[in-house]
């Protein structure tokens, strides 16, 4: 570090050194001492600007370099993909008609399928209310059947009842209670 910064000041100073030295003016002579001094600050002047931007430049370039074969290869890639693409795209339409028929023949199927399935549904359901009426059916029946003979028995109770108490005399009611005292045994 110390170095450069020596070498930086010895580049900037050395013209100013250099012209302070050339004093007279008009000696009609070429001055090729200063021409050669400035020559060689010229000289240190372009090796110093070489020395200290030669790795910004290298750099730069590389930098450049690498950012071009990065494009290149990315374009190189985009034009793979965009050609398989293409490729895929022509397949798929080449293959349209074909899967277009098995998609149809698959979507019959399918159809066929819940329609078979549906009717299986609608049997069992059918099955299962035919059933739940044939019991229910029967349930009402026997109901209907055990009213009328409760309703029959009463009505023959009553009806027995009313006869017997038209019917009946006081001596065929003695006699009733007497045989219903030795069958009851009291």
Same mark, same amino acid.
């Given at each position: 570090?110390?170095?450069?910064?020596?070498?930086?000041?010895?580049?900037?100073?050395?013209?100013?050194?250099?012209?302070?030295?050339?004093?007279?003016?008009?000696?009609?002579?070429?001055?090729?001492?200063?021409?050669?001094?400035?020559?060689?600050?010229?000289?240190?002047?372009?090796?110093?600007?070489?020395?200290?931007?030669?790795?910004?430049?290298?750099?730069?370039?590389?930098?450049?370099?690498? *950012?071009? $074969? !990065?494009?290149?290869?990315?374009?190189?890639?985009? &034009?793979? %993909?965009?050609?398989?693409?293409? @490729?895929?795209?022509?397949?798929?339409?080449?293959?349209?008609?074909?899967?277009?028929?098995?998609?149809?023949?698959?979507?019959?199927?399918?159809?066929?399928?819940?329609?078979?399935?549906?009717?299986?549904?609608?049997?069992?359901?059918?099955?299962?209310?035919?059933?739940?009426?044939?019991?229910? *059916?029967? $349930? !009402?029946?026997?109901?209907?059947?055990?009213?009328? &003979?409760? %309703?029959?028995?009463?009505?023959? @109770?009553?009806?027995?009842?009313?006869?017997?108490?038209?019917?009946?005399?006081?001596?065929?009611?003695?006699?009733?209670?007497?045989?219903?005292?030795?069958?009851?045994?009291?």
């Amino acid at each position: 570090m110390h170095m450069k910064l020596i070498l930086n000041l010895l580049v900037l100073l050395a013209p100013a050194a250099v012209f302070a030295a050339g004093g007279g003016h008009g000696d009609g002579h070429i001055p090729t001492s200063t021409i050669m001094f400035q020559a060689i600050n010229l000289t240190i002047l372009f090796a110093a600007i070489i020395y200290f931007t030669k790795d910004a430049i290298v750099s730069f370039f590389a930098g450049r370099k690498a *950012a071009y $074969l !990065e494009a290149a290869q990315k374009s190189a890639f985009a &034009r793979e %993909q965009a050609e398989k693409e293409f @490729v895929d795209i022509k397949n798929k339409l080449a293959n349209l008609d074909q899967t277009r028929e098995e998609n149809l023949r698959k979507a019959q199927t399918h159809a066929e399928d819940l329609k078979k399935q549906i009717l299986e549904e609608a049997n069992d359901v059918t099955k299962r209310i035919k059933n739940d009426a044939e019991l229910t *059916a029967r $349930l !009402e029946v026997q109901r209907a059947q055990k009213e009328l &003979r409760t %309703q029959l028995l009463q009505d023959s @109770v009553e009806a027995a009842r009313i006869v017997l108490t038209k019917d009946l005399g006081s001596s065929d009611q003695q006699k009733l209670q007497k045989d219903f005292i030795n069958n009851v045994g009291v």
